[in-house]
């Protein structure tokens, strides 16, 4: 199992509980942007810059991530597509994304998106919180009890 974050919007408490789990348990964890991020020395941290341009990050995580491996994205559409490869899909707030619920995810985001496109005011995500932070710890460290290899 390898961690991949889609990194330009991944919050920094994130980033932060992820750091720890890597050097904790010893999985490699790699951060993918197109700008500069700074990551702490480690033998399992990287941080990996790909061009700028839309969707560029997540179509290099979409190619290099494999089944079994972690992936966390707030990105629905990429989430789809690596749900379906049998990646596990983590947003930062703690949701983790499956079979059983990423179609209404990405129904929902079109759906918002349609409206958007028509003009309508919607709402933007809350506020990132401590409770969010929490929960992304308490799922991740459940996923990571269930699927890493003893």
């Known amino acids: 199992m ?11 408490a994130i980033k932060e509980i992820l750091f720890r789990v890597a050097e904790r348990v010893k999985l490699p964890l790699t951060l993918v942007a197109n700008r500069l991020l700074r990551v702490p020395p480690s033998p399992y941290i990287r941080a990996l810059q790909v061009p700028m341009g ?3 990050a997540d ?8 089944a079994g491996d972690l992936v ?12 379906e490869k049998g990646a596990f899909v983590i947003n ?14 990405l129904a929902m985001r079109d759906m918002l ?8 005011e919607t709402p933007g995500p809350a506020t990132f919180s401590q409770a969010d932070r929490q929960a992304f710890a ?11 290899p003893t």
Do not use: M
């Open 54 to 56: 839309f969707d560029v």
């Open 138 to 148: 308490r799922q991740l460290d459940r996923l990571l009890a269930r699927k890493r």
């Open 72 to 83: 966390i994205t707030a990105d629905i559409p990429l989430a789809a597509a690596l749900v």
């Open 113 to 120: 998106e349609a409206l958007r496109g028509a003009g309508v």
């Open 2 to 12: 390898q961690i991949w974050v889609d990194a330009d919007a991944c919050p920094v």
């Open 92 to 105: 930062p707030r703690g949701e983790l994304y499956s079979t059983d619920n990423i179609r209404e995810r």
């Open 59 to 66: 179509r290099h995580i979409e190619q290099v991530a494999e």
